[in-house]
């Protein structure tokens, strides 16, 4: 974000406008929103992430999947069931909000490399439609169960390709060390793809593969499929999924590549490599249903002037709601929502209030020099991987979660309290 210029509308979504300095959602002035709902708040625009499943289904006669570790709640879930779209749970929690939103379980992949029998237990008892096979311990788990059961059940296995991408680049690693997954190299996948084929309580539908997040160089889905091939002629699975990971614009200069090009990428890779129409591809983006569609809203404490060292813009949240510039190291940028024109002339380190000097949200931010104690501050971008992954560090309440559309603004989830800091306490 260069100085003197607006927040890029490239990471905001498609209902945010700015008029005369003040910045609106669907209409609805986001001061007014934080004002009735409190700070920090996460403000999702639901109408953005309709929007956004219903290009990646345009995309390709291909399924979709939300990977629904980037964000779930259930009014996301009602809103993905209503899509049509079907859902990857990576945990017995997962599911379980899922299902209790009504989604229909038929449409459900359960992930995971480290299921439970009790969770295995739970989601053959409520028809999960796909679990992803990750272990031989896992294929005798959920064969077991299924037998109790009298349920044969689908299932892909997942492979480790040996192709690991992340952002700008892959790297062929032919790797054995993943936690996840059967490796292509050993022969590993081979075997399990033997095992489940022949089981009787299992129903082998297809072949999965995830090669990793933020991936902005496409080249990098034609190598999963370069690797999956030989598997695929082999086995004719009826379904093969090839992940999610579609890189997200985060500050701006990043440009997502899109779903049409994902998609006329890895139908490109299919064909080159001979795999036909006949077997079905899914995939399953996280990131790229949600990270655009939400802001978070935070309110500025204590601003510290450090002379000829730094400028620290305290707000009243941090790792707590956003732990991915901690884990990751992640960038984002950040704007005034009710003087969204004003000049941009400081630079200044964005901290939270927890006990931590590496509580940083962004290290080199650039707002106006009129910034003050009490005003409203905004990050884009937050929808992914940021209230899913929120802790009650320091015993900081996390943050509500509100939808806002066409038909207005309404609660998510509520905003914890400090009674709420006890309440699984004996
Ligand atoms: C198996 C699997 N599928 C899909 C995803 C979604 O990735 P993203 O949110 O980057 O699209 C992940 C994320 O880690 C994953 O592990």
Known sequence: MGAGTRVSPTLLSRGVSIREGRTYIHGIAVADLAEEFGTPVFIYDAAHIRAEVEAAKEAADWQVAYASKAFLCRELARIMDELGVHMDVASGGELYVALSAGF??????????????AEIEFGVAKGVGLFVLDSVAEISRLEKVAETAGRRQPVLVRVTPGVEAHTHEYVMTGQEDSKFGFSLASGAAEAA???????????????????????????????????????VEAHSPRLLNLGGGLGVAYVSGEETPGFDAWASQLYAALARNGIGRDIRVMVEPGRSFVAQAAMTVYRVGTVKRLEGLRTYVSVDGGMSDNPRPVLYGSGYEAFLPEAADAERDQVATIVGKHCESGDILIRDAILPASLEEGDLLATPVTGAYGYSMASNYNRVPRPPVIFVDESGARLAIRGENFEDMVRLEA
Do not use: C
Request: proline fraction near 2%; aromatic fraction near 10%.
């Open 104 to 117: 229909d379980p038929s449409r459900i992949v359960f992930h995971g490399n480290n299921k439970s029998v």
């Open 193 to 231: 793809l033997g095992m489940v084929k022949s089981s009787r309580w299992l129903d082998f539908v297809g072949i999965h593969a995830h090669i990793g997040s933020q991936i902005f160089l496409l080249d990098s889905y034609t190598k999963e499929v370069d690797a999956l091939a030989t598997l």
